[in-house]
């Protein structure tokens, strides 16, 4: 096959092509398909990393903390029409685990009546850890939907004792994407809250969190919005319920008056009542430029090339890909899925070793997937291309099996 | 008063000198005094931030988390001889804030019969806060002792409703230090646990944890361990209890199998379990290598210097500053204080305004307090003649009247 015409066609007429030259990529062979894991460093981010260490921490030391203090609230409103949310809705703090922990007691912890919380048992394994802690402390139990869940599936679990949903909006497996508008109006209507765990969708599907009255949210920024490596994550609560949930780490950053040193937690009516202490500013500096970059090209351009991507991508896998005994294991349907696309396979784990030896870096989701990760910002339509040309030879030809089988560690 | 050949000369013998090149310091006239808020950049730090962007993610992506991954425990290993602990005992993790609710958490969630803990009126807010709500939570409430307890203070407020006692080994106002051995031990005998809070310890205190068989401590890495802005907080568990409490945040890196991505919550036996989530890698890099800058001039020589320093300057601050109405607010007996000292005076905040624009860095705490933190890694004897003759001259001359009164959102 030869299917690089038919990629540079489409790479010609992309009008986000030019935000490729915005990030720092080692080489321009490397096919980076594992965006969704971590994204590339953008080259102003780069430049912003060095000015806060070389000016505003060595320069201005602590007198700089006049321009961080607030840091985080800024990048989250920059983030906020990302996610469809409102400039005061959504604020960077901690790490999406502590995050969820947050949001969650605060949101069981509000009524005791209804300790037990659903998820679906495909939700991401730090997700489910955290909500099964919460719900036990509050004599409460997880109910698990299956994987993908549909509304239907989260009405048969949702009762009077459960007080909280909890689902991931992008599957980090299959890449399906839920139904955000109708299960966050049958949670409502069972007098349950829902929050969102964003991690696989910010920054590249639209997400309309105030629309759909979304009551909170949580996600990483080190995906598809290329904060780097373990960049602060945010949270999301909606404006009328801010003063009324209370979380639990009650900590100097979330109190209304952080300097006045009061005896007594008073917490701010605000979003900052969901912070903790002191960010790590470094990090989060990361996050806002990464923010950034993506606010500046749009979301709606963003999702435009990503649906035009997976499209394609899911076209020649089955069409090249089908034979060798691979299967598409993400929902295929517009509007079913989010940025990444899975291919199930029984060789997954050697094939994923052969492909990154191939300069192809993808990665490996058990039991048996090959995740292949599109981020419009600049990803090509020749990465598309490549990565079912190169999984095909891989395959056919047999290269993968010189590679050992998946590790103990690694079930 | 002159006291510049005083200060030479004691510079001139100061076996730490060396040191202050390790840092960008940004003017040489600086008189920098507030490393106990920030300390400033280790010029290594610079570089090692710039290759863990360039090289490690921009150049290795998603690879370079083979190299991450275990830095927090590194780092915390590195940590661990600074603080008296065993190289497994230690970890960086989240924000000190965030490790001090879930120690709290685990200790307090271990007995229910012992709700209550007892800290000090003047430890620090975030502490305090933290520390009433785990109390509430459990049903039981915080117990005050006066500032800068003794072991009598605390064995007359602990009883077998005492879960925990949880103080800062160095005051942040006041500079003293707590008598870690005797405070420890008789809340032992009274059946409760420690978590010493050591953010104003850690790399200018040595601190025997393991010693004193303290049981949990928590502390920041961006004071007298340089950092950086927000740089991750450590936490300490003695190794004997590691495998006995449970803190309430599950996230997938305290997971015993993080990456096996099993269905429930499976604790590591070790530090781990004490992480949460991803950790922001930029930043802990920072922390990385302050801590080995500390580690590399070893914690005994920097006690030495800084005992040194801060016993000069409370002598000088009696001889001069005492006619202008100034008051040591510092313990000044040896063993008795930390690295800081406070002096008391009416018109405090202005004073550290006026001081600061005459490149004398220093902090205000309220109330009354101004704060003269010397690091001895990088503070030389000029340092402490400077802060004294400009803290005389900004009084003596009345020049601190013409900066205005403390602003009402600081009270």
């Known amino acids: 096959m030869d299917l690089a015409a038919a990629a540079a066609a489409r790479d010609a007429t992309d009008p986000l092509a030019g935000y490729r030259d915005r990030f720092s990529i080692p080489d321009p062979d490397l096919v980076y398909l594992d965006g969704n894991s971590l994204g590339p460093l953008p080259r102003r981010t780069r430049t912003a990393i060095a000015e806060t260490v070389d000016r505003e921490w060595a320069g201005g030391l602590v007198r700089s903390w006049d321009r961080w203090l607030d840091l985080g609230t800024r990048a989250g409103a920059l983030l906020a029409p990302l996610i469809g949310a409102r400039h005061d809705e959504v604020a960077l703090s901690d790490q999406t685990s502590v995050n969820l922990y947050k949001l969650a007691e605060a949101a069981v912890g509000a009524d005791p009546s209804r300790p037990d919380i659903v998820t679906d048992v495909d939700n991401f394994p730090s997700d489910r850890y955290i909500l099964d802690g919460v719900a036990r402390r509050h004599g409460g139990r997880l109910r698990d939907v299956p994987a993908d869940p549909t509304v239907d599936d989260v009405a048969a679990a949702v009762d009077e004792r459960v007080g909280l949903v909890s689902l991931s909006l992008v599957n980090y497996r299959s890449g399906a994407l839920a139904d955000l508008k109708g299960i966050t109006a049958l949670a409502h209507d069972a007098g349950a809250r829902v929050l969102w765990d964003l991690s696989h969708a910010a920054g590249v599907v639209p997400v309309d969190l105030a629309g759909v009255e979304a009551d909170l949210a949580v996600g990483c920024t080190y995906k598809y919005l290329n904060g780097g490596p373990g960049s602060p994550a945010f ?177």
Chains 1, 2 share one sequence.
Request: glycine residues 10%.
């Open 235 to 411: 949270l999301y609560v909606r404006r009328d319920l801010q003063g009324a949930l209370t979380q639990p780490i009650a900590g100097w950053w979330g109190h209304d008056d952080m300097f006045g040193f009061e005896p007594g937690y008073r917490p701010a009516p605000d979003i900052r009542r969901f912070l903790t202490g002191t960010a790590p500013i470094v990090s989060m500096v990361g996050a806002a430029e990464g923010i950034a970059l993506c606010a500046d090209a749009g979301i709606e351009a963003i999702w435009a090339k990503s649906q035009s991507m997976t499209s394609w991508f899911i076209e020649l896998a089955h069409e090249h890909l089908a034979a060798l005994d691979f299967e598409v294991a993400t929902p295929t349907g517009a509007g079913r899925r989010g940025g990444h696309v899975a291919l199930r396979h029984d060789a997954a784990w050697p094939i994923v070793q052969a492909l990154r030896d191939r300069d192809v870096i993808v990665d490996f989701r058990h039991p048996g997937i090959v995740r292949y990760g599109f981020s419009p910002l600049y990803n090509r339509y020749h990465d598309v291309a490549a990565a079912i040309e190169v999984t095909a030879d891989v395959v056919a030809s047999g290269s993968y099996r010189t590679y050992p089988d998946l590790p103990a560690a690694v079930t």
